[in-house]
């Protein structure tokens, strides 16, 4: 029903930059809150940083004042601005959104609250 592709990853040396994009797709009525996760090698995936609807955003402490989150409402896109990367930053990195779906193809329609995770997008930064 709804659909979160991710872009914008791939290899990047240590102090540069690289930014990744989220647009979700499919039956939406509404999003509230959008954001990213990572998951690096042997390790637990988590949060990175997320956006409300209205524009209040939360940072994890390690990429505080160098990563930036932002979206377009009217697009139901999230972006992820990415500055002074550390190799510590490697990750696959993953768009989630708590989406509002709806469904009209049995009748009345009907809405349901839903997490959706998109597939992930690898970031490398090289030392």
């Known amino acids: 029903q709804v659909q979160l592709v991710e872009s914008g990853g791939g290899l990047v040396q240590a102090g540069g930059s690289l930014r990744l994009s989220c647009a979700a797709s499919?039956?939406?009525?509404?999003?509230?809150?959008m954001g990213w996760y990572r998951q690096a090698p042997g390790k637990q995936r988590e949060l990175v940083t997320t956006i409300t609807r209205d524009g209040n955003t939360n940072y994890a402490d390690s990429v505080k004042g160098r990563f930036a989150i932002s979206r377009d409402n009217a697009k139901n896109t999230v972006y992820l601005q990415m500055n002074s990367l550390r190799t510590e930053d490697t990750a696959v990195y993953y768009c989630?959104?708590?989406?509002?779906?709806?469904?009209?193809?049995?009748?009345?329609?009907?809405?349901?609250?839903?997490?959706?995770w998109g597939q992930g997008t690898l970031v490398t930064v090289s030392s």
């Open positions: 989630n959104a708590s989406v509002i779906g709806y469904s009209d193809s049995d009748g009345p329609r009907s809405y349901k609250y839903l997490e959706v």
């Open positions: 499919g039956r939406i009525f509404s999003i509230n809150a």
